[in-house]
């Protein structure tokens, strides 16, 4: 009876030191698992530089937008895998998902200002696969005025030709105080100027139109500006009105970038680009002068809006890399089109 009661006591023994056993080597894991998580979160953080993503006051309707920006200090590509808000009264998206060492991508955030008002605060979340898993919270904060209204949301400039003016109008919409008015409108960008127009005042109420417009020397690109609108009001006078649109060039080349796939010295290799114009037009010569015994290119003589231009590069007896820059000449345009190529011969 002895004997057994000394087992029973034992094997209980062994029991408990074996829960004890399990359980030191799960605290174990749960905690090498916070510390990798951790580790993973502490690695992709140094890549964004915004702490925080404060919107200010903003009027009802309007389209506000902010960039984070993403750049990859590493020497291995960087991957998102995801980007969301954690509120409905923001949203997220990523201009790309792949950066490369050294490259950067950027995430536009934008508040919902059509079904949501007053304070909102949310959290944009950036989440990567590649190189391995991390997640960055950054916090979104944002005032949405339910007494300014601006229709439409923003100033839009949509493929305006280069050398072209072109004019935009928001009205804008007050009701509250009798006496609140509009007193400034501060434009930074010299290129950009503002006529603001009173509308109708009563019963609470007041209008505005501003037109804005764009000088005809605006360069072809993408246009991203803000507008500050000045009013009376001591608490919050300044309500932002974003400025976005495109100006499209006389001429554009496409790729913008040619990167001619690898060949052997004494080898060709043959890319093509697309020169596109408003009008028809005839491309006179395409040129490099740092190699210009390299590159040939068949040009039609015929006026076209699109022109297709096969060209080949013959490789040297040099192995190595190289850039260059191609000078396409237009007839009756001064200013010629110049592209960047690149290539490796091996």
């Known amino acids: 009876m002895k004997t057994g009661g000394l087992t029973t006591r034992r094997t209980a023994l062994l029991g408990q030191v074996r829960i004890m056993k399990l359980g030191i080597i799960g605290s174990f894991c749960l905690t090498a698992t916070l510390m990798s998580t951790a580790v993973a979160d502490d690695w992709a953080r140094p890549m964004v530089q915004t702490k925080k993503i404060d919107f200010g006051v903003i009027a009802t309707g309007s389209e506000v937008k902010k960039l984070v920006e993403v750049k990859n200090i590493y020497n291995q590509a960087v991957h998102i895998s995801e980007v969301k808000t954690t509120c409905g009264c923001s949203a997220a998206a990523a201009g790309k998902t792949t950066i490369e060492p050294g490259g950067t991508a950027s995430v536009q955030v934008k508040m919902n200002t ?3 008002r007053q304070k909102k605060d949310s959290n944009l979340i950036i989440r990567f696969d590649l190189p391995r898993f991390a997640e960055i919270r950054i916090p979104i904060t944002a005032y949405i005025r339910s007494d300014v209204v601006f229709d439409p949301g923003l100033i839009r400039f949509d493929n305006v030709d280069e050398g072209q003016e072109a004019v935009s109008v928001v009205n804008i919409r007050y009701a509250g105080r009798a006496d609140w008015k509009i007193v400034d409108v501060k434009v930074d960008d010299p290129l950009l100027t503002a006529d603001l ?3 109708q005042r009563g019963n609470g109420r007041v209008d505005y139109n501003l037109a804005v417009k764009l000088d005809s020397q605006t360069k072809a690109g993408r246009i991203r500006d803000m507008i500050t609108i000045v009013t009376n009001d001591r608490n919050n006078p300044y309500v932002p009105l974003m400025v976005e649109g495109t100006v499209v060039p006389e001429y554009s080349v496409t790729p913008s970038l040619v990167k001619f796939r690898p060949v052997q010295a004494g080898g060709s290799v043959q890319q093509r680009i697309v020169v596109k114009g408003r009008k028809d037009f005839r491309i006179e010569s395409v040129n490099c002068d740092g190699m210009s015994d390299c590159f040939d290119a068949i040009v039609s003589a015929e006026s076209r809006k699109v ?32 592209l960047q190529v690149s290539g490796v011969i091996n």
């Open 307 to 338: 022109h297709v231009v096969p060209i080949r590069f013959s490789a040297p007896q040099d192995p190595g890399q190289f850039e260059e820059e191609l000078v396409i000449r237009i007839a009756g345009r001064s200013q010629p089109l110049r």
């Open 197 to 199: 127009r009173p509308g």
């Open 114 to 116: 059509h079904k949501f």
